[in-house]
């Protein structure tokens, strides 16, 4: 069963800091791996996702990377500001399966 | 709609009281995905259809819960006898094709068993 993992589970930051989360995952044979933003109450913001033969997918301020052989994806916000504040998940996808296994999430604060 | 709706957005059920959680996905999606999120957890798989057929129930967590998807559109998820544990958010995705493609997820229905 792949087994994801996302570290730190909070993290508080002051506005401009750039952000470092990280995912980590078990089963190297995936198929993709996405980032999604969830604010409380809400449901699920795909941010970026990542196909198994790429190594990062950047948007805006966003960039994502992928590292399939040691099972590491790192997600980067640049500049960060009070609006990023809601948790981020991570989520892979193993080859031949269609269900999304999803990390527990970072929930970051933005400090003004 | 332009996305995929859940009704009602929340739900207050007393212990043993059956429950109704609807979604409505994205017009045309093949695919339709339930996952179940504990507080403070990230969403687990509970089943999927691909247009009325229901080809993998392997999540659901006991036989209380049921889902369906009759018409290949709209579907509802059932869970009778609600216990304190089903308390969660149940988050409906759908794809426009298989299973593979990408997940467009739903607000969720915030269900609270008492």
């Known amino acids: 069963k792949q087994e994801v993992t996302q570290i730190p589970a909070a993290l508080s930051v002051p506005e401009g800091e750039n952000l470092v989360l990280n995912c980590s995952f078990t089963?190297?044979?995936?198929?993709?791996l996405q980032w999604f933003r969830q604010d409380p109450g809400k449901g699920l913001t795909s941010l970026l996702l990542i196909q198994s033969s790429q190594r990062e997918q950047t948007s805006g301020r966003l960039n994502a990377s992928l590292d399939k052989s040691s099972g590491r994806s790192t997600l980067y916000i640049a500049a960060s500001q009070p609006g990023d504040s809601a948790t981020y998940l991570c989520?892979?996808?193993?080859?031949?399966?269609?269900?999304?296994?999803f990390g527990a999430g970072t929930t970051v604060t933005v400090r003004a | 709609g332009a996305g995929v709706s859940q009704s009602p957005r929340y739900k207050v059920a007393k212990r043993g009281q059956d429950v109704a959680l609807r979604c409505d996905p994205i017009s045309g999606h093949v695919s339709l995905f339930w996952y179940q999120q504990a507080l403070g957890q990230g969403p687990e798989f509970l089943t999927y259809?691909?247009?009325?057929?229901?080809?993998?129930k392997s999540g659901l967590p006991s036989d209380r819960f049921f889902a369906e998807r009759p018409e290949g559109s709209v579907s509802t998820l059932k869970i009778q006898r609600t216990q304190q544990e089903d308390s969660a958010v149940y988050l409906c995705a759908s794809s426009l094709a298989f299973g593979q493609e990408t997940q467009y997820f739903g607000p969720g229905t915030r269900l609270l068993v008492l």
């Open positions: 989520a892979v996808m193993v080859t031949n399966d269609y269900k999304l296994s």
């Open positions: 089963d190297s044979a995936i198929y993709n």
């Open positions: 259809f691909q247009n009325e057929a229901q080809l993998d």
